[in-house]
């Protein structure tokens, strides 16, 4: 919705008292400044809601800034509605939503992750590429109790008492997220305790991100109406399934899938080929935008089907990138990368994804032989052999891999790399020696 009197007419229509102006921090916190819809003419036209510049060195842990971040408590940015996301909220009467880009006077601020994603869906166009996505989430379910949040359900993976249980909660999200132009595809209790996965459809790069924050607001907040926490915290149970969000993509040139050679529906392109080569190439420094918390890395474990090594293979679930195996006959669609969370702040991390896959094309970088069967079996020396690297296991680890990626850094830009990394770096120091469960009660309200 884009014009000034629907968007007006909506208002009446849903006596919306506040328009939340929604951006999402480097931290991946979504927030948003309401304004009341009596006031609501002068944004209309693009003027912009003020924020304190110093929100994007907010660590997830509280409101003070991470040291080094080039950014200080002086300073303004102004969030500019994007109208074409405009939507009522579905679980909070009276309150719709926008997206924002942020600006620092006429020009997208340097700071502005969904600016970012702009900037990188721009530079493939330059390649003439189209980039497509979606974002498929595991969620957890947990009930309040006095003992603290307990698990919704302790099933097994796809069992129908799990979705018996939550029948009321998944039906009353599914429609809050069809009301916002989401279209669910499926649903399905995942292995963990609580689990559940609930695959949306894929859009333009642009418009994945974006679904994945209204997804993520609405899983929480319909959640909560039902009096349940939904979490997206990776990894809540230590030893049980933790919790991805898989991020699906695939390039088309003139509005032609650049997937698989036509009339060949498993052989992938050379393009193609070379864009998973660039990904697997940046995975160590990638992580750091795209599994990004600290918590992130207990799900980042072989033999958890959670993508532990910089490998590819045809449906298989052990390698960070997956190609969905087709049925017979269909070509493949799409390729997955496991190595994903909803702790990442999806303008960022899809952004350096294909920062790191235009690097692949742009360097010509060769996609190994596909891995059959899990890469922890291999020996070591056969990993070694095929190139197989097992990904970092701590955030400081894909930190460091971060601060040496020149391309990633290149493409955040300096003030964008620095106060990113100023964010990481608080959060790794501060909870680095957290217990787990003081970890996880930091951040089960947060994602
Ligand atoms: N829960 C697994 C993860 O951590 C993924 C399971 C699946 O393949 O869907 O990513
Ligand atoms: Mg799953």
Redesign the pocket.
């Known amino acids: 919705m884009s014009s000034v009197n629907d968007i007006l007419t909506v208002i009446q229509q849903h006596r919306i008292r506040f328009v939340r102006f929604i951006w999402c921090d480097n931290a991946n916190v979504i927030r948003a400044k309401a304004v009341r819809t009596t006031f609501i003419q002068d944004y209309l036209d693009g003027d912009g809601v003020g924020i304190a510049a110093a929100q994007q060195a907010l660590p997830v842990m509280y409101d003070a800034l991470s040291p080094g971040s080039g950014l200080t408590p002086a300073g303004e940015a102004h969030m500019r509605a994007d109208w074409s996301t405009f939507a009522p909220l579905p679980y909070a009467a009276g309150h719709a939503r926008v997206l924002t880009d942020i600006y620092d006077g006429d020009r997208p601020w340097v700071h502005c992750p969904r600016s970012f994603l702009r900037r990188m869906i721009a530079r493939a166009a330059d390649h003439g590429l189209q980039v497509f996505a979606a974002f498929?989430n595991?969620f957890s379910l947990l009930r309040p109790s006095e003992s603290g949040p307990q698990p919704f359900d302790t099933t097994v993976f796809c069992q129908t008492w799990a979705l018996d249980q939550a029948a009321p909660i998944i039906n009353a999200i599914t429609d809050a997220l069809e009301a916002q132009g989401l279209q669910v595809e499926m649903t399905y209790p995942?292995?963990?305790p609580g689990?559940f996965?609930l695959p949306v459809r894929y859009a333009d790069a642009l418009r994945a991100a974006d679904n994945q924050i209204v997804f993520r607001e609405t899983v929480k907040a319909v959640a909560h109406q039902h009096g349940a926490l939904a979490s997206f915290v990776?990894k809540i149970y230590p030893d049980k399934?933790?919790?991805?969000a898989?991020l699906h993509f695939s390039l088309q040139r003139d509005g032609r899938s650049l997937v698989v050679e036509p009339e060949r529906p498993h052989q992938l392109t050379a393009e193609m080929r070379a864009f998973m080569a660039g990904i697997l190439h940046h995975l160590p420094a990638l992580m750091a935008l795209t599994t990004p918390s600290t918590n992130s890395f207990k799900?980042i474990r072989p033999r958890?089907?959670?993508?532990a090594y910089t490998c590819w293979g045809i449906g298989n679930?052990e390698a960070a990138l997956r190609a969905p195996q087709p049925s017979a006959g269909r070509p493949i669609t799409n390729i997955e990368l496991?190595t994903s969370?909803a702790t990442a702040n999806p303008y960022l991390a899809l952004g350096a994804l294909i920062a790191a896959g235009l690097d692949g094309i742009e360097r010509g970088l060769a996609l190994g032989d596909p891995v059959d069967g899990d890469p922890a079996d291999l020996s070591d020396e056969e990993r070694h052999k095929r190139g197989i690297q097992q990904l970092p296991s701590a955030l400081g680890e894909a930190i460091a891999a971060l601060e040496r990626d020149d391309v990633l850094l290149d493409a955040l830009g300096s003030s964008l790399a620095q106060s990113y990394l100023a964010v990481r770096r608080a959060e790794w120091e501060a909870m680095r020696t957290m217990s787990h469960d003081e970890e996880v009660r930091l951040l089960l309200e947060r994602y």
């Open positions: 498929e595991e995942e292995s963990g689990q996965e990776p399934a933790g919790n991805g898989h799900r958890f089907w959670s993508g679930r496991k969370d």
